[in-house]
């Protein structure tokens, strides 16, 4: 298997990895992971209006998890074999198809379906992310990536609160109309700047997927660190997916106010470019130490006293968040320097365990949520109405 590929702009040469390019991956990214999440906190607003029933809405946010988790595994792969910025490219576009059909949707199948392919179509984030780490000279690589990733994190972080403010103002069909021009706007930042990467691996689409599991078996760095970051990922996800149904049923906080929650949340991204550093200095194994635990310890406010109330839940937002993304640039760091020309497939592979563990508790947690809440209500009728 060869270990080159060709990297051009236009064809008329190579590619510096520029400070300006840089934040172009940085912000294509944030914009594109974030149409995963614009639905989360809204679910409660796009059940009733298309006669979706609660449990059903639950599926929600899973199916677009499982998603993204499909095109991870069946077609981030194919950037070892493809054009990297034409495969973006058409991935985008089912992007753009897939948020405004989101927008017009009224039956609670087709809304499922199309969560399905919003999920599938997000992935191109996931192609543009090895070729930021092809671009990157050896010893400063960890540090362009943590950067790439911040911008990715925080357009996770923030879809939440722009998601959960738009839909309170405007309704939620305007959430998914807005990302639908917004994608519109990245594929077309991409089209035209985005360098050109042409691998040099010869295979079938049979024998790319086939290799997946050789590389798993071969790389037990890959496999330790997909296993530490799935379950903090699930961990991220409970979280998450809880926090806007907590928040509304049990302090009684508008859509808005959710939205500054989660925008405070947002803090915790600023570890991406700490971690990458520290992989550089070669200090990976320490720090994924220091992820591990702060992210267990993350917990502690509401396991002292639940009177910390949305104070409490505020800390363990932001700590959490800090020790998950610090953990996911650590273990892309180290996977990444693993075997060059198999580096879309071995972050498909990392990436698909991590999504796999979040869209597994999605809805048992949201039903589990709904029951707690109800009797909750039910036991003390004035925490529904608590102020921020």
């Given at each position: 298997m060869s270990t080159q590929a060709s990297v051009t702009t236009g064809g008329t040469g190579p590619v510096k990895l520029t400070s300006a390019l840089i934040a172009l991956f940085a912000f294509c990214c944030g914009a594109i992971v974030a149409n995963l999440y614009y639905a989360q906190p809204i679910t409660e607003l796009i059940a009733p209006d298309i006669h979706m029933s609660s449990g059903t809405a639950s599926l929600i946010v899973s199916l677009t998890q499982i998603g993204y988790a499909f095109g991870l595994f069946f077609l981030v792969p194919l950037g070892d074999l493809l054009e990297n910025r034409k495969l973006m490219i058409t991935t985008a576009l089912v992007s753009i198809v897939s948020l405004a059909a989101a927008a017009f949707a009224h039956q609670p199948g087709w809304f499922l379906a199309i969560s399905l392919m919003v999920g599938f179509s997000s992935v191109a984030v996931q192609i543009l992310i090895p070729l930021a780490a092809h671009l990157a000279p050896d010893e400063s690589r960890g540090k362009v990536v943590g950067t790439i990733m911040s911008g990715l994190l925080l357009g996770i972080l923030l879809s939440r609160p722009i998601s959960s403010i738009v839909a309170g103002h405007f309704g939620w069909r305007a959430v998914f109309g807005g990302a639908a021009v917004l994608m519109a706007i990245v594929t077309s930042v991409l089209a035209l700047t985005i360098p050109r990467r042409q691998p040099e691996h010869k295979a079938t689409y049979f024998e790319l997927i086939g290799s997946l599991g050789h590389l798993l078996r071969t790389m037990p760095v890959l496999r330790h660190r997909s296993r530490y970051q799935g379950l903090m990922f699930a961990s991220f996800?409970?979280?998450?997916?809880?926090?806007?149904?907590?928040?509304?049923?049990?302090?009684?906080?508008?859509?808005?106010?959710?939205?500054?929650?989660?925008?405070?949340?947002?803090?915790?991204?600023?570890?991406?470019?700490?971690?990458?550093?520290?992989?550089?200095?070669?200090?990976?194994?320490?720090?994924?130490?220091?992820?591990?635990?702060?992210?267990?310890?993350?917990?502690?406010?509401?396991?002292?006293?639940?009177?910390?109330?949305?104070?409490?839940?505020?800390?363990t937002g932001i700590v959490l968040d800090f020790a998950v993304q610090m953990n996911m640039v650590l273990g892309q760091r180290e996977i990444y320097a693993l075997h060059a020309a198999s580096r879309n497939r071995l972050n498909a592979l990392y990436m698909t365990s991590i999504f796999v563990g979040g869209a597994s508790v999605q809805r048992s947690r949201v039903r589990f949520i709904s029951m707690a809440a109800g009797r909750s209500l039910q036991a003390s009728p004035r925490l529904s109405r608590s102020p921020l």
């Open positions: 996800s409970l979280f998450w997916t809880a926090i806007p149904i907590e928040l509304t049923r049990q302090f009684g906080l508008s859509q808005t106010e959710i939205g500054i929650f989660a925008l405070v949340g947002a803090i915790g991204a600023t570890s991406a470019p700490v971690a990458g550093r520290l992989a550089d200095a070669g200090h990976t194994v320490r720090a994924t130490l220091i992820a591990l635990v702060v992210g267990a310890l993350a917990y502690t406010p509401a396991l002292i006293h639940p009177a910390w109330g949305v104070f409490g839940l505020v800390a």
